[in-house]
């Protein structure tokens, strides 16, 4: 198995233990196999260009999510994830609504 394969498998890998999204696997090339409505395209390239060309794409039902993992990135916790405000923002709405009682007790300064 090469390096590519190995950082898109830990990727995959620690999704899947961290999220609680069931079904997270690696598929071969770049893509970890994730349900609808989630989408994650793994690189593992120097090249921004090729980060930047993968949150272009636009799946039609997915939420598009790109993940750098490249050789100058050395701790895979330092990965980074790449996606458009568009899909971004419900996630946060989603987090904010899950936390909204912490988020409340902050702003009242208790």
Do not use: C
């Amino acid at each position: 198995m090469g390096r590519r394969e190995e950082k898109g498998r830990a990727v995959a890998r620690y999704i899947l233990g961290h999220s609680g999204i069931p079904s997270v696997s690696w598929e071969k090339g770049q893509n970890i196999e994730a349900p609808p409505p989630y989408r994650f395209h793994v690189t593992t390239s120097r090249s921004l260009d090729l980060f930047k060309r993968a949150l272009e794409e636009r799946i039609v039902g997915r939420i598009n999510i790109v993940i750098r993992y490249d050789g100058d990135i050395p701790e895979l916790e330092d990965a980074w994830v790449g996606m458009r405000l568009s899909e971004f923002v419900p996630l946060l709405q989603a987090h904010y609504e899950a936390n909204r009682d912490r988020v409340e007790t902050y702003r009242k300064g208790d």
